[in-house]
């Protein structure tokens, strides 16, 4: 099977909660993985990768917080995929094509190629903004936040 990681997935989880209250707005890391469900130590390698690749921002200390970079419009999932997974390659040959003597010559690598490239194409034309806006994630963050206000408190 093919898969992303399940730190690309907390990672654009992240983002989508990140975008889903503006562009400007900062956040803890604290609220961010309480409001997502994300464990809080694997929030805090995911914001260290993401600020690297300049999608987030973060500010330490007291009134610290993360926050977009950039325009959630300008984040794709792609970009997503790129800082987490170092990439989008289904197959070796493709992404160095040294990697097999026949690459030149093989059919298949052209059809992994062209795969590779519609993927690539499909996850840029994915926008944070867009999938913020959409009634699905409106409907599960609704359904998220009704349950978790519906769970009896833990007892310490």
């Not at 992240?14 to 503006?22: D, F, N, W």
């Not at 990439?87 to 059919?107: I, M």
């Amino acid at each position: 099977m093919i898969s992303i990681g399940r730190h690309t997935d907390y990672a654009a989880r992240l983002i989508l909660h990140l975008a889903a209250l503006g562009d400007d707005v900062q956040v803890t890391i604290r609220e961010v993985a309480a409001e997502r469900l994300l464990p809080m130590p694997f929030v805090r390698r995911l914001i260290s990768q993401l600020t690297k690749a300049k999608i987030l921002t973060a500010v330490r200390g007291a009134g610290g917080g993360i926050r977009l970079a950039r325009p959630a419009a300008e984040i794709s999932l792609l970009d997503i995929v790129d800082a987490m997974e170092g990439g989008v390659s289904l197959n070796r040959c493709v992404h160095d094509a040294k990697a097999c003597p026949l690459a030149g010559n093989c059919p298949i690598h052209c059809v992994w190629g062209d795969v590779n490239r519609q993927l690539k194409e499909n996850l840029s034309a994915v926008r944070f903004d867009a999938l913020a806006r959409t009634p699905k994630h409106m409907t599960a963050h609704l359904k998220l936040h009704t349950s978790a206000a519906q769970r009896p408190a833990r007892r310490k």
